[in-house]
């Protein structure tokens, strides 16, 4: 069983579902404004501050684009002092002068989405000429600016061939480290699925040939590094919904964490509980020895099987002949 916890220590904030790219692979389906119903830089900072109260430490913002949202440096402002604070970005008008006001508002590390190295490949990705050499500018004046800087590339047909360029690009432009993230059936990504999704074997050879330049350092979470972060996952969506973790937002919902404190919601929640405990049908016997794994990540084994206790197919022990290329009718007619 995974530790239990009486309330999470970090959370994920997906701020909002405005973005001004327009990604194939979209988990959010995002539109260029602000969705209706989205909660607001106000009310966000007073969760924020229960949040703190009640012994959360870090706060990790996303969206959509975080910089698209109306008060977000506000949010920042206010909560520096009280957590650690990282930001997943693309680098949309991340300019210097934005950089500073990042570095002014406490921020304490940014992670940038890069989908190639080369603007063809990144920009047929967003759909949004100009979008690569954004990018490629946000982390190299978050560097200048003293803020630490990841690089984020997710796994697809597209970016594979382009895995070790995106690393050299990383470390010329000052990034400290780049994940390599699972592809998602979510939002954009479940209708551009053929397309843009790799077979397990070709994923690992992917993995497996990764040569990172010294002195950066490289993320990922294949076999043998699975890792269920589920029992110590938090996360609210743009609308204020707690929903455990991002890649859970399209499988549940668990409740109100506006009108409700999140530590409540932990607590008392059934299938939230039952998502953390790590109570699974299979495990990987070195993944579970080495990385606390209980049965890898419940988002992809709920969305193959339908079932929270499921085996991960994206480890290589516990896939079992899935094909990954191939979304199961279950999921499709979510």
């Known amino acids: 069983m995974n530790p239990v916890l009486e309330s999470p220590p970090k959370i994920t904030i997906g701020v909002t579902e405005a973005c001004p790219l327009r990604c194939r692979h979209c988990y959010a389906d995002c539109a260029h404004a602000p969705k209706a119903g989205e909660v607001d830089a106000a009310t966000w900072i007073r969760v924020l501050h229960t949040l703190a109260e009640r012994g959360v430490v870090q706060a990790y913002f996303e969206g959509g684009e975080p910089l698209a949202k109306p008060g977000f440096l506000d949010i920042l402002r206010a909560v520096t002092p009280l957590m650690m604070t990282l930001m997943r970005t693309h680098g949309a008008g991340l300019d210097a002068a934005m950089a500073r006001s990042l570095r002014e ?3 304490g590390r940014a992670l940038v989405d890069l989908m190639g190295a080369r603007a063809a490949t990144h920009d047929a990705w967003t759909e949004t000429p100009g979008s690569f050499d954004e990018a490629c500018e946000a982390v190299r004046n978050l560097v200048a600016v003293g803020i630490p800087a990841d690089v984020l590339v997710i796994l697809t047909r597209q970016t594979a061939p382009e895995l070790n360029g995106i690393l050299k690009l990383a470390h010329r432009l000052g990034a400290e480290r780049v994940g390599v993230l699972r592809l998602y059936p979510m939002g954009r990504a479940k209708r551009a699925w053929a397309d843009i ?13 990764l040569r990172p330049p010294e002195g950066l350092t490289v993320m990922q979470s294949w076999h043998p590094n699975d890792h269920n972060c589920c029992w110590q996952a938090a996360a609210i969506n743009a609308f204020g919904r707690a929903i455990g973790c991002m890649y859970l937002r399209e499988y549940v919902d668990h409740g109100d964490a506006v009108a409700t404190p999140y530590d409540e919601i932990w607590r008392t929640n059934e ?3 039952h998502i953390r405990s790590g109570d699974v049908e299979e495990r990987c016997a070195t993944c579970s020895s080495t990385q606390g794994s209980h049965g890898g990540c419940r988002s992809t084994a709920f969305a193959w099987h339908g079932r929270w206790t499921a085996p991960d197919p994206f480890d290589t022990t516990l896939n079992h ?10 999921l499709l007619d979510r």
């Open 105 to 107: 508002a406490g921020l």
């Open 197 to 209: 999704a790799l077979p397990l074997a070709d994923q690992m050879r992917a993995i497996k040939g």
């Open 271 to 273: 299938l939230y509980r």
């Open 321 to 330: 002949g899935i094909d990954l290329t191939q979304l199961p009718q279950h």
